[in-house]
Structures are given as C-alpha cells and as structure tokens.
C-alpha cells in the first residue's frame, strides 16, 4: 500500500506455491505479446473499439497502450528517453532497499534473542514464531518485486485454471468479507496463485484511514467482463491518498514504509486481459477489477458456473 495509516495492517502473505513463470528461451523466442499485436492493428488504422473486442481488453487500456508504444518509440528513435526512467529507477532500487531492510531488522533482532542464553525456554518458540513471520514478508516482498519485474518485461503468463468467484472471495484476509448477491454460481479463468492477490490488495485499500463502516465484495457480469467490487461504506479516502495507491512506490505520511500500493495489482490485472480501477463519492468507495469472462461463455447470458468454497 502507498499510505500505511495508524491501525491499518498490511495485507497478510499468501502462500507462495511457485515462482515466475517466464518464457523459455529468452525473448527471442517468445510468441507475438497480445499487446503488441492489438497496438499495431490500431496503428494500421483499425478501429480501437473493433480490436478491443477481438483481443477482450478494456477500450481504455488499448488507448494506453497506444500511447506507451508511441511515446517509446519516440524516444528511442530521437535518441532522447524521458527524464522520469532514472527517476523511477533509483526510487525503485530505495524504495525495495527499505522493503527488505524493515522484516530483515526484525528477523535478525529475534535470531538475537535465539542466541542469547538466558532467553527462558518458554519463550523460545514464540521467538521462532517472529522470526519465521519476518522471513515470511520478506519473502513476500521479495516476490511482489519478482512479479513487478517479469509484468514489465513481459514475461509474466498467468496459468489459467477455472475458479468460482465465492472461492476467491473466501482467501481474503481477516473475517469472511460480506458479499452482495449470489456469486456461488460465477467463476473466471484466472491464476489461482497470482489474481487473488488482485483481489487482497484491493481488500486492504478499502480499509485505509479514515475507517470504513463496513466493507463488502459486490460481483457482476457486465457485457464480456466479470467485475468484482471491493466496496467500502464511511468518509471517502483522501484523494492525494487515492492517487498515490497507483503509484508503484511511496512513503507513508507516518514514515512506517515504502509500498507497492495498488501497482502490482494493476499489472496482474492487465496481464490476465483486465484492468481495475476505483470510484468514489461522499459516501462509498468502489475498488474494482474487470477480467474477461470464460471464452466459452462469452457468448452466452447465463453466468459461467463455478464451485463453491
């Protein structure tokens, strides 16, 4: 998260099964990317609406990726890269420098208390069991910059299995969330180890300062998409805070750490053909994230089943 207000826990680590799967063979031998096919037929002159539909991305996200191709090859051919790239890539290397160093320090204050001999046998285990959730978020962090990596560089593929949406929502962190309508027939085609963490981080924003009444996972079929809505009842959040959340880094007013924010949830999203976004008014948040439906049910109007946790 960008702002880690007082009383806001970060969101708990998800048991890594597995690491990045990139493409054999190095990019020399990788298939066409989608992005660069769709983005070259909007260059050729096809309408964006037309290949958004071919290629089941949002319209919005095609026209970024318009203008990110366009605005790289400007510089590459004028010889000229933007200023921000060295900017973003030494608050990158201080922002993953303080990620590591923070569950590094608690992890080697504890092998301390390990070490020492009048640490009272009752106590041991307890110390173990810090040590072990230290190493745990450094894993954790470690691989959310991994995921970061491979979804710039293109080498993220998400494996995609068929998982019902109630199954999703019952891996959120803290109590079971409250969900609006019937979801025990929907499912998507999504990673079972990489779109959850869409999902949690989205859960996590919508607790931020000041704290919500209530929150709650609304979840519906809107066209070619399945949208799934983190939605939070009370004062609205800070807009400056709502617009850092898709930073890829910042510090927290009350200097307690350097977060990825909602960054990797948008590069997970855009790597399963989705995107996400927020709205908000006086009194609600919506957090959303919109993936393709199944593409055997595309065309159908009867919600794809799925199974229930």
Do not use: C
Not at 91 to 119: C, I, K, M, Y
Not at 183 to 189: P, Q
Request: charged share 25%.
């Amino acid at each position: 998260m960008v702002a880690v207000p007082d009383g806001t826990t970060p969101p708990r680590a998800l048991p890594l099964r597995g690491r990045v799967r990139g493409l054999p063979g190095g990019r020399a031998t990788e298939p066409p990317d989608l992005r660069v096919s769709a983005v070259l037929e909007v260059l050729a002159g096809e309408p964006v609406a037309e290949v958004a539909v071919r290629w089941s991305v949002d319209v919005a996200l095609l026209h970024r990726w318009v203008r990110a191709f366009t605005d790289a090859g400007t510089a590459a051919v004028t010889n000229r890269p933007e200023g921000h790239i060295a900017r973003q890539r030494d608050r990158f290397l201080a922002a993953f420098a303080h990620e590591v160093r923070s569950p590094l320090t608690v992890a080697q204050g504890w092998v301390g208390l390990l070490l020492d001999d009048e640490l009272p046998a009752d106590d041991v285990r307890a110390s173990v069991q810090r040590l072990h959730e230290a190493l745990g978020r450094l894993a954790e962090r470690t691989f959310d910059v991994e995921l970061l990596a491979a979804a710039s560089l293109g080498l993220l593929r998400p494996r995609r299995e068929r998982i019902g949406v109630a199954t999703l929502i019952s891996s959120l962190p803290d109590a079971v969330p409250e969900v609006d309508g019937a979801v025990s027939g929907l499912a998507v085609e999504v990673d079972p180890e990489l779109f959850p963490r869409v999902l949690r981080d989205l859960w996590w924003a919508a607790s931020l300062l000041p704290a919500p009444r209530a929150r709650r996972v609304e979840v519906g079929v809107d066209g070619p998409w399945i949208e799934l809505r983190v939605v939070r009842e009370g004062e609205p959040i800070p807009p400056a805070a709502l617009q850092a959340l898709f930073e890829p880094f910042d510090l927290g007013d009350d200097a307690s750490g350097i977060t990825i924010g909602l960054y990797l949830a948008r590069a997970l999203a855009v790597a399963h053909g989705g995107s996400i976004g927020v709205e908000q008014d006086d009194v609600q948040t919506a957090l959303w994230v919109r993936v393709p439906l199944p593409q055997h049910d595309s065309g159908s109007t009867t919600p794809p089943r799925g199974d229930t946790p």
